[in-house]
């Protein structure tokens, strides 16, 4: 129990000298602390101090700087100021000066205005004056001249119209003299070198056809029992058969020079055959057509290749072909497309137009005489609708639906086309007539020029590319005679088919007799 209570106590003890020293260790730190917080402080205060007086130096430097920029900006401000100030004013002056002048041109105004006013009452009087002078003065004239003032001005606007009349006429006179004198050996050059291009020899043309037969015993077999062979024949081919008393021959008639072409070849191979029926008949003609189709197709090629034109659509080539067995006058129309076309080249050569639209252009002007008898209407619009519709170039289509006026040309290519066409129908020898229609154009002619007031008589000559007309001299005079060529010439394109050109000349003699005594 002793030995207990010792043992606490020295443990007690132990705890208490531990517990003494560790406060002992304690009191130091703490003093230790305080010591390194005192000198902490101390630092801190010396820091903030310095920072306080760079800041101070910082804020007396920015003050100065902020005087320095204010001060700068009140100079500008002030500156600026005084300008505007300075631009006020004078603009100000500048109204005033303005406004000042204003009021003197007022001033001056208002008295022009006073001046006119003056003026126009002043006026007004002499107008009144010159009325009355005037009314006085036409009474007095009338009176003298035995007229009033209406008559007097009709004879006076009659006579200013005849001076108008006479001036114009001689003008014309002289600017047409001027034209023909520039142009005329231009021209002369022109169609003379595309003629000579273009020189062909002339083909007569006729409407029927005659088919040679080796005896007449085979008239009778072509027309077979009750005429069913001839019939047949007809009715294959669209043509008349005409046998007559024609010894060995029959004539065949058709306006169709292609149906006419493949009658001929048919009979040609049924009288070589000696076969004849009507089953033959249409195997015959079937082939017959063939080989037109062939023939039709190769002229088309040859007559493209002879002008120098490609490139054309193989139905234009066709027609083209077809266009071997239509004539016009008797002139064959193949040879003439390709002759008119070669003499366009020539022409649009000379003078700097498209060759190319020309030439192609004039091979397919009379185009639509190949279908001319299927389809109404003009052949230039027709042939212009196929060219149309095959894809040729809106120049080329202008040109053909103009070379007869059923379009105004508009282009130089189109005219020509027109020249072209013209000089290839209208040359010596180029194209016949019947003497029937020969006599009706002369006569038509005639009538055409007989028919206008002061022609006393007319004759048609140079097989009627001419006219000349015979007028009363006292009743046309010279500017009148040159009136009356234009206004016949106009009619006679109205009213005519012709081929070529009409040279229409007024003829106006005076004569002057006295007789010595």
Request: glycine share 6%.
């Given at each position: 129990m002793e030995v207990l209570s010792w043992l606490l106590a020295a443990a007690f003890l132990v705890a208490a000298v531990g517990l003494g020293v560790a406060l002992v260790s304690t009191r130091a730190r703490v003093a230790q602390v305080g010591e390194l917080a005192e000198e902490r402080a101390k630092t801190a205060e010396e820091k903030a101090a310095v920072a306080l007086r760079e800041v101070e130096a910082q804020r007396k430097?920015?003050?100065?700087?902020?005087?320095?920029?204010?001060?700068?900006?009140?100079?500008?401000?002030?500156?600026?100021?005084?300008?505007?100030?300075?631009?006020?004013?004078?603009?100000?002056?500048r109204i005033q000066q303005k406004e000042e002048n204003l009021d003197r041109k007022l001033d001056v105004t208002e008295k022009r205005e006073k001046t006119l006013q003056t003026k126009e009452r002043e006026l007004e009087a002499l107008q009144a004056q010159l009325g009355n002078a005037h009314e006085e003065q036409r009474k007095e004239l009338e009176r003298v001249a035995g007229m009033t003032a209406d008559q007097a001005k009709a004879v006076l606007l009659t006579e200013i119209e005849d001076e108008v009349r006479a001036d114009a006429g001689r003008r014309y006179r002289e600017v047409e003299a001027q034209v023909k004198e520039e142009a005329d050996e231009r021209i002369k050059k022109v169609l003379a070198v595309a003629a000579a291009r273009a020189a062909s020899e002339y083909v007569p043309e006729i409407t029927v056809s005659i088919v040679p037969l080796p005896n007449d015993e085979m008239k009778g077999r072509i027309i077979g029992r009750e005429g069913r062979n001839i019939r047949a024949i007809e009715q294959a081919t669209g043509v008349d058969l005409i046998i007559d008393e024609t010894p060995e021959a029959i004539t065949l008639s058709a306006f169709d020079a292609v149906r006419r072409e493949v009658a001929r070849r048919a009979l040609l191979k049924l009288i070589a055959d000696g076969r004849i029926h009507p089953a033959r008949i249409e195997e015959v003609v079937a082939k017959a057509k063939a080989e037109v189709e062939n023939q039709m197709r190769e002229e088309g090629e040859k007559a493209a290749y002879a002008a120098n034109v490609q490139g054309l659509h193989p139905e234009l080539i066709k027609l083209l072909g077809r266009l071997s067995f239509r004539t016009s006058y008797g002139q064959n129309q193949l040879h003439h497309v390709v002759e008119a076309s070669k003499i366009a080249a020539a022409i649009a050569a000379e003078i700097g137009a498209d060759v190319n639209v020309a030439k192609t252009a004039t091979l397919l002007h009379d185009i639509g005489k190949a279908v001319d008898h299927e389809v109404e209407g003009?052949?230039?619009?027709?042939?212009?609708?196929?060219?149309?519709?095959?894809?040729?170039?809106?120049?080329?289509i202008h040109a053909i639906a103009a070379h007869h006026n059923e379009e105004e040309p508009q282009t130089v290519e189109a005219w020509i086309v027109q020249a072209a066409d013209a000089l290839s129908g209208g040359r010596p020898g180029a194209r016949r007539d019947s003497v029937e229609n020969y006599i009706k154009r002369l006569e038509a002619l005639e009538a055409v020029a007989n028919s206008f007031e002061g022609v006393e008589r007319s004759f048609a000559i140079q097989a009627g590319r001419e006219v000349r007309m015979l007028v009363k001299p006292d009743s046309i005079d010279d500017l009148g005679a040159m009136r009356l060529a234009r206004d016949v010439a106009r009619r006679i394109e109205e009213s005519l088919e012709y081929p070529g050109q009409i040279k229409v000349t007024v003829v106006r003699e005076t004569r002057a007799v006295e007789y010595a005594k």
């Amino acid at each position: 129990m002793e030995v207990l209570s010792w043992l606490l106590a020295a443990a007690f003890l132990v705890a208490a000298v531990g517990l003494g020293v560790a406060l002992v260790s304690t009191r130091a730190r703490v003093a230790q602390v305080g010591e390194l917080a005192e000198e902490r402080a101390k630092t801190a205060e010396e820091k903030a101090a310095v920072a306080l007086r760079e800041v101070e130096a910082q804020r007396k430097e920015i003050m100065l700087q902020a005087k320095e920029v204010s001060h700068q900006v009140r100079e500008e401000i002030e500156a600026e100021y005084r300008e505007r100030r300075s631009d006020q004013q004078r603009q100000e002056r500048r109204i005033q000066q303005k406004e000042e002048n204003l009021d003197r041109k007022l001033d001056v105004t208002e008295k022009r205005e006073k001046t006119l006013q003056t003026k126009e009452r002043e006026l007004e009087a002499l107008q009144a004056q010159l009325g009355n002078a005037h009314e006085e003065q036409r009474k007095e004239l009338e009176r003298v001249a035995g007229m009033t003032a209406d008559q007097a001005k009709a004879v006076l606007l009659t006579e200013i119209e005849d001076e108008v009349r006479a001036d114009a006429g001689r003008r014309y006179r002289e600017v047409e003299a001027q034209v023909k004198e520039e142009a005329d050996e231009r021209i002369k050059k022109v169609l003379a070198v595309a003629a000579a291009r273009a020189a062909s020899e002339y083909v007569p043309e006729i409407t029927v056809s005659i088919v040679p037969l080796p005896n007449d015993e085979m008239k009778g077999r072509i027309i077979g029992r009750e005429g069913r062979n001839i019939r047949a024949i007809e009715q294959a081919t669209g043509v008349d058969l005409i046998i007559d008393e024609t010894p060995e021959a029959i004539t065949l008639s058709a306006f169709d020079a292609v149906r006419r072409e493949v009658a001929r070849r048919a009979l040609l191979k049924l009288i070589a055959d000696g076969r004849i029926h009507p089953a033959r008949i249409e195997e015959v003609v079937a082939k017959a057509k063939a080989e037109v189709e062939n023939q039709m197709r190769e002229e088309g090629e040859k007559a493209a290749y002879a002008a120098n034109v490609q490139g054309l659509h193989p139905e234009l080539i066709k027609l083209l072909g077809r266009l071997s067995f239509r004539t016009s006058y008797g002139q064959n129309q193949l040879h003439h497309v390709v002759e008119a076309s070669k003499i366009a080249a020539a022409i649009a050569a000379e003078i700097g137009a498209d060759v190319n639209v020309a030439k192609t252009a004039t091979l397919l002007h009379d185009i639509g005489k190949a279908v001319d008898h299927e389809v109404e209407g003009p052949h230039a619009i027709i042939g212009a609708e196929i060219a149309k519709r095959l894809g040729r170039s809106p120049k080329i289509i202008h040109a053909i639906a103009a070379h007869h006026n059923e379009e105004e040309p508009q282009t130089v290519e189109a005219w020509i086309v027109q020249a072209a066409d013209a000089l290839s129908g209208g040359r010596p020898g180029a194209r016949r007539d019947s003497v029937e229609n020969y006599i009706k154009r002369l006569e038509a002619l005639e009538a055409v020029a007989n028919s206008f007031e002061g022609v006393e008589r007319s004759f048609a000559i140079q097989a009627g590319r001419e006219v000349r007309m015979l007028v009363k001299p006292d009743s046309i005079d010279d500017l009148g005679a040159m009136r009356l060529a234009r206004d016949v010439a106009r009619r006679i394109e109205e009213s005519l088919e012709y081929p070529g050109q009409i040279k229409v000349t007024v003829v106006r003699e005076t004569r002057a007799v006295e007789y010595a005594k």
